[in-house]
């Protein structure tokens, strides 16, 4: 949650810390410089923004998602409210989303083998 938090998990597991998500050239930390340097893509995005943050995906970030074959997955592990700026963005678009109710039930089920030892009745 804190710039130094986020440089310490890039270090520890790999990886760049991006400091915007916009697509500026002059600002080598920017999301769009980074994927650039790198020839890279973006295959997921997770958000773990509250609702209220309102949280949408930058215009140039639409517009490449759009092109590419492989759209990036969006996860938004907020569960309230069921849309949130983000899901309803990606649904228009077309992106596919991960709700965060179903990682909350996922991790449920999860829970509920680790516990008893006995395969959650996943159906219910």
Do not use: C
């Amino acid at each position: 949650r804190t710039p130094a938090k986020a440089e310490d998990l890039a270090n520890t597991f790999g990886g760049t810390v991006a400091t915007s998500l916009e697509n500026e050239e002059e600002e080598a930390a920017s999301l769009g410089s980074i994927l650039k340097s790198m020839n890279g893509e973006t295959r997921v995005v997770i958000s773990t923004l509250p609702a209220a943050a309102e949280l949408e995906l930058p215009n140039w970030f639409v517009e490449e998602g759009k092109e590419s074959e492989r759209k990036p997955i969006i996860f938004d592990v907020n569960y309230k409210p069921f849309w949130t700026n983000l899901l309803r963005q990606s649904d228009e678009i077309g992106f596919p989303l991960v709700r965060g109710s179903e990682m909350l039930w996922e991790q449920g089920v999860g829970q509920f083998e680790l516990w008893t030892g006995r395969t959650a009745p996943y159906k219910v």
